[in-house]
């Protein structure tokens, strides 16, 4: 059921995040999420993008240090209180997250939220029993 996400180590300095989406952008690779944090010294920017493979493949090209890392897309209401069962879920399993960002993705009264949990096969059966749905590639469109 993972997406991958790309994972890009970025100097802080200006114009790094201009670079790899104009890089992106050039190689035809269309951006499903994007997520930074920073530090003093560099920023981490994580992207989920329709080619995942191809995006990689530019991005080492051009010298960028990158690592590609399965999530879980969760599938949830648009609507006010809609990401609380999932969650209270984790609660309940003893998850511990350890980040999560959402899609530009925006289907039929759904929006989707990506998480990285500390155990993801746990985190997938919870969401069974609860009958949460997990995206996979082909619902989002991805390659």
Do not use: W
Request: glycine share 6%; aromatic share 6%.
């Amino acid at each position: 059921m993972s997406v991958y996400q790309i994972s890009i180590f970025l100097e802080n300095r200006a114009g790094q995040l201009a670079e790899v989406t104009k890089l992106l952008a050039e190689n035809g690779i269309d951006m499903r999420a994007i997520s930074i944090a920073e530090t003093k010294d560099y920023g981490v920017l994580r992207l989920i993008v329709d080619d995942t493979d191809k995006a990689v493949e530019a991005l080492l090209a051009q010298g960028n240090i990158l690592s590609k890392t399965p999530v879980t897309v969760v599938c949830v209401p648009d609507a006010v209180g809609g990401l609380a069962p999932v969650l209270a879920t984790l609660a309940e399993g003893n998850l511990d997250v350890e980040y999560m960002y959402s899609l530009f993705t925006h289907k039929e009264g759904k929006a989707y939220m990506v998480f990285r949990i500390s155990d993801e096969e746990k985190f997938l059966a919870l969401l069974a029993t609860h009958g949460i749905h997990a995206a996979d590639k082909a619902e989002l469109g991805l390659k």
